[in-house]
């Protein structure tokens, strides 16, 4: 069995199906893995604008997705989510170098109707399930999203108490993301 790499002089591209490729590899890590912003803001941006799952609370649109804070009151829309930072692991390390981070969140959807607020979460698990390897620029700053493990199914958190009788539901990540340069 031989491989016929036809059209292509990037070697590690053609063999990972386009998974990797000489200009990913060539990229470095901004110092040793460190991030200049927490997992869950890069990621609020990341559903928000990447993937259209979300919106942004300043702009008053339907399901706003908050960053490590969920509100209440009269201004605040009933359907919504918010992001959190959650424990992630230390993993393996390179042969040289630093060992490699997988960042957690949680994100979590308040709904007023059960089945609502269980096909929103559904809805962006799924998207952020088929992730690999995506880069996206926040700001001036780009990162790389390598992988989005699901640490959890879907959890039904119930119907809070008090008079408001709404929905929660939750589900956690695993992220391996690092910042790009270069």
Known sequence: ???????SNNFIAAMTGGVFSLEALARTVTGTNKL???PSSIMA???INELAKMTDP????TWPLYDSFLPDGPQVETDCGAIYD???????RYMSG???????IQIRIRSSEKNTGYV?????????DEITLDSFEIGALEYELQNVSRATPI???GVEPGTKRRYHYTVNYLLTIRELTG
């Not at 300043?58 to 649109?61: K, N």
């Not at 630093?98 to 957690?104: L, N, R, S």
């Open 1 to 7: 069995m031989s491989n016929t790499i036809v059209g």
């Open 36 to 38: 200049q912003s927490s």
């Open 45 to 47: 941006y990341y559903i």
């Open 58 to 61: 300043s702009d008053g649109d």
């Open 86 to 92: 959650t424990s992630g692991i230390m993993d393996g």
């Open 98 to 104: 630093p060992t490699i981070p997988h960042e957690g």
């Open 120 to 128: 929103k979460i559904e809805d962006i698990a799924n998207a952020l």
């Open 155 to 157: 959890a039904s958190l």
